[in-house]
């Protein structure tokens, strides 16, 4: 079947494959409308580990939502004309994009493709750390960068279901966004209490895993050497130095920060870091948990899963220098949607 | 029933207890004879960390072996009279210990203590490191701090068992104990070439899991991302900005750099780093499993799971300042044995 595109975010992985590495402060544009070219180069570092896409077309635009145009003879497939879908895998960023029915996430009648959009990588990677929590026997969780648009959905998400949440942000204003949406757990690492605050959260809820969005620097280490004074502290009678017998667990899901991780030792001898991918989640839990994630988000797209955008463009002015330096910024609570559909010159 | 200690080894992890982080450089000796004490400064910093142990009696020595010189009554116990048993759990260096029956390991006729007083630690971590390996599904194992006196057992035991191995040391000296050894792969952090022959090992022997004596540093980083370019390559005609899907996991089961972990991003998302000790290890795998791994040790104690010392010594020569400096240096191949049974003044 065939989908018109009419919604399609700008997430952060968008941005790892459409701009990569590239300095855009010295970025070209050659030519105009739908004929607009941007060059940026890439230092010879990053060139080594992109080798492998040297002259390959990448296909951008993880997720999006659309009409349904044209479809199959079978009745499952006729019965999606004109539906709205959301759809997911990549050549989002286009006013059309085949797809097989069965792939689709077919929205409830009155939802629109702009309340669509985001319906796969936030809904799903939120979903897929509060199952993977569960699955691991953890009791809370913790978020980092927890004022992005996934982490406010997260928080959505853990109050619907009761879960523990500590929320570690980088800013008052982080603070105010995670207050305003009535977080409970909300730490900021810029305070020089940042230690002990964490602490007392981590006591409260007994979270033993975390989330991590940013990746390089201290912060992972911080948080699991956290985890073990509050776990060596709970069974502090004997003294034990390979520390607590307590499994306390760091997913690394983002790379905010591209340096190092650097983990200080600790946190005894229980302890893992780890990559976390919402792919490879979800064939790790396998078809009959991804329907019912799925179905979740399509119940609740408008609540819990709603996504909030700052500004909705087109192809042509997602090549814009102006737009272009916008939205690589990747500022808290900014978002892009793309709506490959308007017209344009 | 009540074992005559005659062989207990001072492992790595005995000297972390018997030693902890005190500077020995300014240690005082006081007392003569059994009436020796060693009083040694231990900074600020570890002292938070230790804080739990201060004012609490530490019982040294994980493993050790001796003779059965009393039993209870049953005929199972009785049996045990005489015999060379090897224990484990602390407490070993004293001229006796008591022990269930039930958790010694009672070695064949003919095995001295001397021959046995290293049968858990060093045995059972090689066999858990295999274990691993073959329970998570990797093909080949890569070892660091390889030449150690565990590096050189779980040489013989992956030689006998045809399981694929990469041993990484960090001088000539250690390239050659392997070699001596009949290594295959040996691969040195020393050299320039370290990357590229890390790549060839890893290629050749398909090892996607490591075992890390060493900790803090890069090391640990630069096996995960030497790992991720083998893993890359095999799959290279589509780039994909995540990585391979082959997960690669380095176990860090020592501290021989105290710093900490560096790890620089280019893994992939499927990676993960964590800590590995025996005890856990023993827990998750549960008894039948423990029974069948230390059934193979009293069987193969003489050949795979042999033990060798470079000195044995006496309870009071342990504290002479001499012989602490010597054990202290924690030397590859240099290991010190304790016989509490000697005769001392």
Redesign the interface.
């Known amino acids: 079947m065939v989908v018109r595109i009419e919604a399609t975010p700008i997430n952060p992985?968008d941005l790892?494959?459409l701009l990569?590495a590239a300095d855009l402060s010295v970025a070209k544009t050659s030519g105009k409308g739908v004929e607009t070219v941007v060059t940026a180069p890439i230092g010879p570092a990053a060139m080594r580990?992109?080798a492998?896409?040297v002259g390959?077309s990448?296909s951008v635009g993880l997720e999006g939502a659309g009409v349904v145009i044209s479809a199959g003879a079978s009745p499952d497939a006729q019965a999606l004309l004109g539906k709205t879908v959301s759809i997911f895998g990549g050549g989002m960023y286009g006013q059309f994009r085949t797809s097989k029915a069965a792939d689709c996430l077919v929205l409830p009648a009155g939802i629109k493709p702009e309340e669509a959009g985001s319906a796969f990588v936030n809904p799903l990677t939120a979903l897929g750390m509060l199952e993977t929590a569960r699955r691991e026997g953890h009791k809370g969780l913790v978020h980092t960068a927890a004022a992005s648009s996934l982490g406010q959905m997260l928080n959505r998400l853990c109050r619907a279901d009761g879960f523990p949440l500590v929320n570690i942000v980088r800013s008052t204003q982080q603070v105010q966004i995670l207050k305003d949406l009535g977080a409970e757990h909300i730490v900021n690492s810029a305070e020089p209490s940042f230690r002990d605050d964490l602490l007392a959260a981590l006591k409260a809820t007994g979270a033993t895993l975390a989330f991590d969005a940013i990746?390089?620097g201290?912060l992972a280490?911080q948080i699991l050497n956290a985890m073990e004074a509050v776990a060596?502290g709970a069974s502090?009678e004997?003294?034990n130095?390979?520390g607590s017998?307590i499994h306390k667990q760091v997913y690394i899901?983002g790379?905010l920060d591209?340096?190092?991780?650097?983990?200080?030792?600790?946190?005894?001898?229980?302890?893992?870091?780890?990559?976390?991918?919402l792919?490879?989640f979800l064939?790790k839990v396998g078809p009959e948990v991804e329907a019912r994630l799925k179905a979740r988000v399509a119940n609740e797209i408008k609540t819990t899963f709603a996504s909030y955008y700052t500004r909705t463009i087109s192809l042509v002015e997602a090549l814009d220098p102006d737009v272009i330096a916008a939205y690589s910024r990747r500022a808290t609570g900014e978002k892009f949607l793309i709506n490959p559909s308007v017209a344009v010159d």
Do not use: C, D, I, N
């Open positions: 992985s790892g494959l990569s580990v992109l492998g896409r390959k990448m990746g390089g201290k280490g060596a502090a004997t003294y130095m390979y017998s899901y790379t591209l340096g190092p991780v650097e983990l200080a030792r600790g946190s005894g001898m229980m302890w893992g870091v780890g990559g976390w991918l792919f490879h064939a």
